[in-house]
C-alpha cells in the first residue's frame, strides 16, 4: 500500500505538471483520459465489494464452523470415558483396560487432525511409542491401514467397548463412539472444503485490478478543474489511496491464511492449536477414568445398590 501511495503522489505531481505547462486542448486531452480510467474503478468497486462480501462471510463462518466442531468432537471423547470409566478398578487388569481406553482415544484424536496440522504432519509413530501412547506392535497394524490409521483406532475404540461394557453401557458407549466418529469426519470434510479454484482466481483478478487502477482513478480530484490541480496539496486522496488498497490487500490476506486454519505459519494468530485441544481433553480423560469414588453412597433402591456394590462402592442404605 505504500508503494500504492508514492504511485499516487507521483501521478498527482505529473499531473499537476502538465496543469502548469501543456496548452488547453492538449490538457484537457489528458484529463479526459483521466476520467475515463477513473470510470473503469467503480465498476470493479462494485464487483469487489459483492464478491468480497459473498465469499468472506462464507469462509469467516466456516472458519468457526472449525473451531466449534473441534470443541463437539472433544466433548465426544469427553462422553466415552466417562461411559467407560463406570468399569471395575479393583484389580491390575481393570486398570489396564483403562489405560488402554485412554491410549486409543488420544491416538484417534491425533490421527483425526495430524494431516491437517503442519506441526504433527509429518511425526512418525516414535514420539507416540516414547510417550506412552502407542505400542510397538501397534504402530505395525496402523501402517497397514488402507485409508487412515484413524479408522483402525475407531475399531480399537469398538473392539474395547464390547469387551469391557454390558448391557446399557455397552449401548451408550457405541452410542457415544458413532457420535464421535461422525464429529471427526465432519472435522476433515470441513478443513477438505474449498470454493471452486475459478472463483478464487476471479477473485484475486478482481482485487488486484482495482488495486492497480486506484492510483489513477481519486475519487477527491477533478482534473477538468485546471487551477485546481495546480494549487492543490490533494493529500487526502494520496491517503485515501493508501487506506483502501490496504484494506483490500489485507483482506485477501487474511482469507488466504484461514483456509489453512492449522497453519501457525503465514498467520499464528488466526490458527487453531489442535495440541491445546488435544491437552485440554487428555485432562479431561484423566479424571473420567483414574478419579476415585467416594467412601460411601446412599441408596435407597435397591437395583442401584447392586450396581453400586459391583462397582466396589460401600452402600449405606
Given at each position: 500500500s505504500?508503494?500504492?501511495?508514492?504511485?499516487?503522489?507521483?501521478?498527482?505531481s505529473?499531473?499537476?505538471?502538465a496543469?502548469r505547462?501543456?496548452?488547453?486542448?492538449?490538457y484537457?486531452?489528458?484529463?479526459?483520459?483521466?476520467k475515463?480510467?477513473?470510470s473503469?474503478?467503480?465498476?470493479?468497486q462494485?464487483?469487489?465489494?459483492?464478491?468480497?462480501?459473498?465469499y468472506?462471510?462464507?469462509?469467516?463462518?466456516?472458519?468457526?464452523?472449525?473451531?466449534?466442531?473441534?470443541?463437539?468432537?472433544?466433548?465426544?471423547?469427553?462422553?466415552?470415558?466417562?461411559i467407560?470409566g463406570?468399569?471395575?478398578?479393583?484389580?491390575d487388569?481393570?486398570w489396564?483396560?483403562?489405560?488402554?481406553?485412554?491410549?486409543?482415544?488420544?491416538?484417534?484424536?491425533?490421527?483425526?487432525?495430524?494431516?491437517?496440522?503442519?506441526?504433527?504432519?509429518?511425526?512418525?509413530?516414535?514420539?507416540l511409542i516414547?510417550?506412552?501412547?502407542?505400542e510397538?506392535g501397534?504402530?505395525?497394524?496402523?501402517?497397514?491401514?488402507?485409508?487412515?490409521?484413524?479408522?483402525?483406532t475407531?475399531?480399537?475404540?469398538?473392539?474395547?467397548?464390547?469387551?469391557?461394557?454390558?448391557?446399557?453401557?455397552?449401548?451408550?458407549?457405541?452410542h457415544?463412539?458413532r457420535e464421535l466418529?461422525a464429529?471427526?469426519?465432519?472435522v476433515?470434510?470441513l478443513?477438505?472444503?474449498?470454493?471452486?479454484?475459478?472463483?478464487?482466481?476471479?477473485l484475486?483478478?478482481?482485487?488486484?485490478?482495482?488495486?492497480?487502477?486506484l492510483?489513477?482513478?481519486?475519487?477527491t480530484?477533478?482534473?477538468?478543474k485546471?487551477?485546481?490541480?495546480?494549487?492543490g496539496f490533494?493529500?487526502?486522496?494520496?491517503?485515501?489511496v493508501?487506506?483502501?488498497?490496504?484494506?483490500?490487500?489485507?483482506?485477501?490476506h487474511?482469507l488466504?491464511?484461514i483456509?489453512?486454519?492449522?497453519?501457525?505459519?503465514?498467520?499464528?494468530?488466526?490458527?487453531?492449536?489442535?495440541?491445546?485441544?488435544m491437552?485440554s481433553?487428555?485432562?479431561?480423560?484423566?479424571?473420567y477414568?483414574?478419579?476415585?469414588?467416594?467412601?460411601?453412597v446412599?441408596?435407597?433402591?435397591?437395583?442401584?445398590?447392586a450396581?453400586a456394590?459391583?462397582l466396589?462402592v460401600?452402600?449405606?442404605?
Amino acid at each position: 500500500s505504500i508503494g500504492l501511495m508514492l504511485l499516487t503522489a507521483l501521478y498527482i505531481s505529473c499531473m499537476r505538471n502538465a496543469a502548469r505547462y501543456l496548452d488547453k486542448s492538449d490538457y484537457m486531452w489528458l484529463a479526459s483520459a483521466t476520467k475515463e480510467v477513473s470510470s473503469i474503478a467503480t465498476p470493479l468497486q462494485t464487483a469487489v465489494g459483492m464478491l468480497l462480501s459473498f465469499y468472506a462471510l462464507n469462509r469467516l463462518g466456516w472458519y468457526w464452523n472449525v473451531l466449534l466442531d473441534g470443541h463437539a468432537l472433544q466433548g465426544r471423547f469427553h462422553d466415552l470415558a466417562m461411559i467407560g470409566g463406570a468399569i471395575r478398578k479393583d484389580t491390575d487388569d481393570d486398570w489396564k483396560a483403562r489405560y488402554t481406553l485412554y491410549r486409543h482415544e488420544m491416538l484417534d484424536f491425533f490421527f483425526t487432525y495430524q494431516p491437517y496440522t503442519p506441526s504433527l504432519r509429518f511425526l512418525d509413530f516414535t514420539p507416540l511409542i516414547n510417550c506412552g501412547l502407542m505400542e510397538a506392535g501397534e504402530g505395525e497394524i496402523l501402517l497397514r491401514a488402507h485409508r487412515s490409521p484413524g479408522t483402525v483406532t475407531e475399531s480399537w475404540l469398538a473392539n474395547w467397548i464390547a469387551l469391557n461394557l454390558k448391557a446399557e453401557g455397552r449401548q451408550q458407549g457405541l452410542h457415544a463412539l458413532r457420535e464421535l466418529r461422525a464429529s471427526a469426519t465432519k472435522v476433515q470434510t470441513l478443513v477438505d472444503q474449498r470454493a471452486p479454484v475459478s472463483f478464487e482466481s476471479l477473485l484475486y483478478v478482481v482485487i488486484y485490478a482495482l488495486v492497480v487502477i486506484l492510483p489513477f482513478a481519486p475519487t477527491t480530484i477533478d482534473y477538468n478543474k485546471r487551477p485546481t490541480v495546480m494549487e492543490g496539496f490533494h493529500v487526502a486522496a494520496v491517503l485515501g489511496v493508501g487506506i483502501l488498497s490496504a484494506f483490500y490487500l489485507a483482506l485477501l490476506h487474511m482469507l488466504r491464511h484461514i483456509q489453512a486454519p492449522f497453519d501457525n505459519i503465514g498467520s499464528p494468530n488466526d490458527a487453531l492449536c489442535p495440541l491445546a485441544l488435544m491437552n485440554s481433553t487428555e485432562r479431561k480423560l484423566r479424571d473420567y477414568l483414574s478419579a476415585s469414588l467416594p467412601a460411601v453412597v446412599w441408596l435407597d433402591e435397591e437395583p442401584g445398590a447392586a450396581a453400586a456394590e459391583d462397582l466396589g462402592v460401600k452402600v449405606g442404605r
